[in-house]
């Protein structure tokens, strides 16, 4: 009996396989950060935390798309990263309400809160990371998941900027800043995912083991 790894079907099974775990684990910690910093945020009136915890929500929902497409083809891939593009810019414009928001309606943050709160989810997203990392380069739909996580480290990083600064500056200010400046790094974010997720979808799809025999066949 022919070994099923001649055709590469038992490599591509495993890569999925592989693949499906490692969304699973992070869509768990994502999720669990979304309530966490959610909370914080509110308590400790701070845009920025609530920010962070927008962007644990997006890519909680990113993951488990991903989840859906890691059993699909290149063009459902793109699509879905196409998708998710979409979320991380509409996670962007909810970050620039929330500081419209606290322009007219200014409250001193708690940076004690903030600080703490953004080590745990520093320490969660790290975790993400690393775990991503070895799938960053295997398709579109990996790559744009990567680039989520690689987002929340320098979104957990810029918390911990905003609670030093609000504590140095003894006002809300600070927050706001980095409020805006997370918005930024997420409209960059999500142009550079859907840039790639439509010239995956505008490249010509490759043959099917199919039609080449035919096209051989013919010649």
Request: aromatic share 6%; glycine share 8%; with cysteine.
């Amino acid at each position: 009996m022919a070994d099923c790894c001649d055709d590469k079907a038992c490599a591509l099974d495993t890569l999925r396989e592989r693949q499906s775990g490692t969304l699973r684990v992070v869509l768990g910690i994502n999720a669990f950060m979304f309530v966490v910093e959610g909370a914080a945020g509110l308590l400790a009136s701070s845009t920025a935390l609530l920010s962070d915890s927008l962007d644990n929500f997006g890519d909680a929902v990113t993951y488990a798309l991903s989840l859906y497409a890691v059993s699909q083809g290149p063009r459902v891939k793109a699509r879905v990263a196409l998708v998710k593009g979409g979320l991380i810019l509409v996670a962007a414009l909810a970050v620039i309400a929330q500081v419209a928001w606290r322009l007219v309606h200014p409250a001193m943050p708690m940076f004690e809160a903030m600080s703490g709160v953004a080590f745990v989810a520093l320490a969660a997203n790290g975790t993400c990371l690393a775990l991503l990392r070895k799938h960053r380069q295997e398709d579109v739909n990996m790559s744009s998941v990567y680039e989520c996580s690689r987002n929340d480290i320098a979104s957990n990083l810029t918390v911990l900027a905003a609670a030093g600064g609000v504590w140095l500056a003894g006002a809300g200010w600070p927050d706001l800043v980095v409020g805006i400046a997370l918005a930024i790094l997420l409209s960059r974010s999500a142009i550079r995912v859907i840039g790639r997720a439509r010239r995956e979808i505008a490249a010509p799809a490759a043959p099917t083991p199919a039609a080449r025999k035919v096209t051989i066949v013919r010649r």
